[in-house]
């Protein structure tokens, strides 16, 4: 069983910044890999950015050169910085994990972004 907690999110006004970070109950370095998704009211959840056990990182278009997701395998912990944010990333954030043959979910954290 793995237990992910997320920090982070809050508001923030258009062109921001603004950080979440994902803290998993054990090591991460055996993930087959780990990331983000969100869900905005009304919408399906939606993959944000991933990073996989050999550090390769998969971004959605929408979001390709303005989010960076990172891992720190010492403290079981990957973040997501988010720059220049526009309102449509606001969201309910969720941190994901693919571990053997199972997947697990954080709780979700609200990041909201005011034009």
């Known amino acids: 069983q793995v237990q992910l907690v997320e920090s982070g999110g809050g508001l923030v006004q258009a062109g921001g910044s603004l950080s979440v970070s994902c803290k998993a109950s054990r090591s991460i370095f055996s993930f087959n890999v780990i990331g983000w998704y969100r869900q905005a009211p009304g919408k399906q959840r939606e993959l944000v950015a991933r990073i996989w056990s050999g550090g390769r990182a998969n971004y959605a278009d929408s979001v390709i050169g303005r989010f960076t997701i990172s891992r720190d395998i010492t403290k079981n912990t990957v973040h997501l910085q988010m720059n220049s944010l526009k309102a449509e990333d606001t969201a309910v954030y969720y941190c994901?994990?693919?571990?053997?043959?199972?997947?697990?979910w954080g709780q979700g954290i609200q990041v909201t972004v005011s034009s």
């Open positions: 994901n994990a693919d571990v053997v043959s199972n997947t697990y």
